[in-house]
């Protein structure tokens, strides 16, 4: 398992990234429970691995910041040919609102250019954090319940003020990054081993699961310590039912968008935005049925355009390097 990706856990990252996309559009209630987040910070933590200081300012680089900062130009240009094409004229229109991404944010608030990307600024912070608990405090019990208290204030105090690149809104959710980064694999071996044990995990997180959807649903009780007990046991039921279904090819879209999940961020959006003004034209308002085709289409899209930022431009999303500081050294020294 180490030093390889894990193909359910991939269909996970698929799973999340799919309901990012049906969410952003009109929906049955459902839809709004937010496990696709979690689901997708856990998943990511399992493949995190603390590398030094150089190493880990070039691989973030390359994979982190460059896709982010490539998918802001492509939807400021799509914002700018939209608003064209609506108006006549870019004469009102603000080529200033690129720079929000410096901007101060709260709450759920997103960025003005590609709000998707929050997801992306969320995982570096959650990757900095890791980066940082793990070299200084070095022990799991001591990284976890760091990780549990810095969730605990964020979701109930931080999470509120303005900060920059979504530093408030992702603390949250980094308790689930940190445990799929300390325990993820652990929980994978144990899950894949033949032993009687296997399944432990899955009824202990069934039982979770259900008394915090008891408690939740009988006592009022929306505390969001029940929240975590909750999240955590659906997505180790969930890691169970990919592991038993991923096999099966009719799985594989979940697979191919989880292994793609930035280009999907960066690009979903602006088909999503297409369709809503193209249906909205049609029928007038979008329905939920209207909101299923429009994630159906926006996905089917997504699936050539993939294909082709791999092919084409594989350093702009994350899939190759376009800065290598070891290269640049060499130059500067042959230079």
């Given at each position: ?11 996970l990252k698929g799973l999340s990234i799919i309901w990012v996309v049906w969410y952003h559009t009109v929906q049955p209630w459902f839809v709004d429970f937010s496990f696709r987040m979690p689901l997708f910070f856990l998943a990511?933590?399992i493949f995190f691995k603390v590398a030094d200081i150089k190493t880990y300012v070039r691989k973030k680089t390359n994979q982190l910041i460059v896709p982010f900062i490539f998918f802001t130009i492509i939807y400021y240009v ?102 799929g980064h300390l325990y993820g694999k652990d929980l994978l071996k144990i899950i894949e081993s033949k032993s009687t044990k296997s399944y432990s995990p899955l009824i202990g997180a069934t039982v979770v699961y259900a008394l ?124």
């Open positions: 398992m180490s030093g390889k990706r894990i193909d359910y856990i991939d269909y990511s933590g799509y914002l700018i040919v939209q608003y064209y094409l609506a108006k006549g004229s870019l004469i009102d229109f603000d080529f200033g609102c690129i720079w929000g991404v410096f901007a101060l944010h709260s709450g759920t608030e997103s960025f003005t250019v590609n709000p998707p990307l929050w997801f992306i600024c969320a995982l570096l912070c959650q990757q900095i954090l890791t980066w940082i608990l793990v070299k200084t405090l070095r022990q799991r019990w001591l990284i976890s319940l760091a990780a549990i208290t810095i969730s605990s204030i964020g979701c109930l105090y931080i999470q509120q003020l303005s900060t920059l690149f979504m530093f408030g809104r992702s603390l949250p959710y980094l308790v689930y990054y940190i445990f915090s959807i008891t408690l939740k649903y009988t006592t009022q009780i929306n505390e969001p310590l029940l929240t975590y007990f909750e999240t955590f046991g659906l997505i180790i039921i969930l890691i169970y039912l990919f592991k038993g279904i991923h096999y099966f090819r009719i799985a594989y879209p979940f697979w191919f968008y989880g292994r793609n999940s930035y280009i999907v961020l960066g690009v979903h959006e602006i088909y999503q935005t297409i369709f809503l003004i193209m249906f909205t034209h049609l029928y007038g308002e979008i329905n939920i049925l209207i909101g299923m085709l429009q994630t159906g289409l926006t996905l089917l899209l997504l699936w050539p355009t993939i294909n082709l930022l791999n092919k084409h431009l594989p350093m702009l999303v994350g899939k190759a390097e376009i800065i290598n500081f070891s290269v640049i050294k060499t130059k500067l020294c042959h230079s």
